[in-house]
């Protein structure tokens, strides 16, 4: 049987989350797809195969999820729990818990430890390979000025952004203070942190249509460097709509990225160059995640409402799979004019 052909917003995956997604994650080490959800549960796709491989379910909401290895992964949920989730063998477990719902999961590879950050305004480590029950697999709490809203890991930095605009970035080998305390450069609440795959510092978007590009290196060169740029917005009788921007994702291969806006519209930049190097078509509702496999030849895509509205009639929630097309995401040669003969 041959497959669907490639409609201009991707191949749609079956047996999609049945409320809002809340992230979405390709493997490291295939097209292994992690995706979380407002319907509780943690679902893992093949991607390419367009096929479920397994779902675990939850007492509340999902908030966040990220790998552990091809099979097995963490979650981060309203019920306030860390768990990690081993879909080959259908068993799970606590790691632990915060006071609140825990927002944010990451996993570092450098340290082995899973990194979880709250509601509750702490960022706790944990590691997974102490025996189960939270005294054993706590590895430290560390308090955030705010609630945390977004976490990004790029070797052995971790970047923490908050609500009130707060911004820490720790060195995960001495996490006892933040290495940097700073402020978003954006007026506006923070909606997504991503760090540079080159580890020279990180995008941060807000609500309001706009995406900040900041750097690591406090030396007045180093900061020079910075820029904010607005997006996803549209003008209509001479009234800017502004949307919010929930995802940023960056190719693995080239350092562009992509991000995701409550407009439903997908555009890919170049930030070195300070250009938009492709927009694709629009998807049925807000782009709530999104993710490029770990050889950048696919996008997963998550079309979810992300009720910036409030509750209102909406198009159905899922995920799409997009084949990346070289011209979408490789940085275009500067063009030096000739010179005059």
């Given at each position: 049987m041959t497959a669907p052909p490639q409609v201009a917003t991707g191949r749609e995956l079956s047996s999609p989350p049945t409320d809002g997604i809340s992230n979405?994650?390709?493997?490291?080490?295939?097209?292994?797809?992690?995706v979380s959800s407002w319907d509780k549960s943690v679902r893992l796709y093949d991607a390419s195969a367009n096929a479920l491989r397994g779902e675990f379910m939850h007492g509340g909401p999902v908030l966040d999820c990220c790998f552990h290895d091809?099979?097995?992964?963490?979650?981060?949920?309203a019920d306030n729990t860390v768990r990690r989730l081993v879909f080959n063998y259908g068993r799970e477990d606590i790691l632990g818990r915060h006071d609140a719902p825990v927002r944010c999961v990451e996993y570092s590879y450098a340290t082995g430890q899973v990194i979880t950050g709250s509601w509750d305004k702490t960022l706790k480590c944990w590691d997974p390979r102490g025996a189960s029950g939270q005294e054993r697999t706590l590895v430290g709490t560390y308090t955030q000025p705010e609630r945390v809203y977004s976490l990004s890991l790029v070797g052995n930095r971790l970047v923490?952004?908050?609500?009130?605009r707060h911004v820490n970035v720790y060195d995960l080998r001495n996490m006892s203070q933040p290495e940097q305390k700073r402020e978003s450069s954006l007026k506006y609440q923070t909606r997504c942190v991503r760090c540079y795959p080159n580890g020279t510092g990180y995008a941060l978007s807000s609500v309001e249509g706009r995406v900040a590009m900041e750097f690591f290196d406090l030396s007045e060169a180093g900061q020079s460097k910075k820029y904010a740029f607005k997006c996803h917005r549209k003008s209509e009788a001479g009234r800017d709509i502004v949307y919010p921007v929930n995802s940023i994702a960056f190719h693995p291969i080239y350092g562009t990225f992509a991000t995701g806006g409550c407009?439903?519209?997908?555009?890919?930049?170049?930030?070195?160059?300070?250009?938009?190097?492709?927009?694709y078509s629009k998807y049925p509702t807000s782009i709530a995640a999104l993710s490029f496999s770990r050889d950048g030849r696919l996008l997963a895509v998550a079309s979810s409402y992300t009720f910036e509205e409030?509750?209102?009639?909406?198009?159905?929630?899922a995920i799409f799979v997009r084949s990346v097309n070289e011209v979408e995401v490789k940085p275009k040669p500067k063009v030096l004019p000739n010179p005059s003969t």
């Open positions: 979405l994650r390709f493997s490291n080490h295939s097209d292994h797809l992690l091809d099979s097995s992964g963490f979650s981060a949920s923490v952004a908050t609500a009130g407009d439903g519209y997908v555009n890919v930049w170049d930030g070195n160059n300070k250009k938009r190097l492709y927009q409030g509750d209102k009639p909406h198009e159905p929630d």
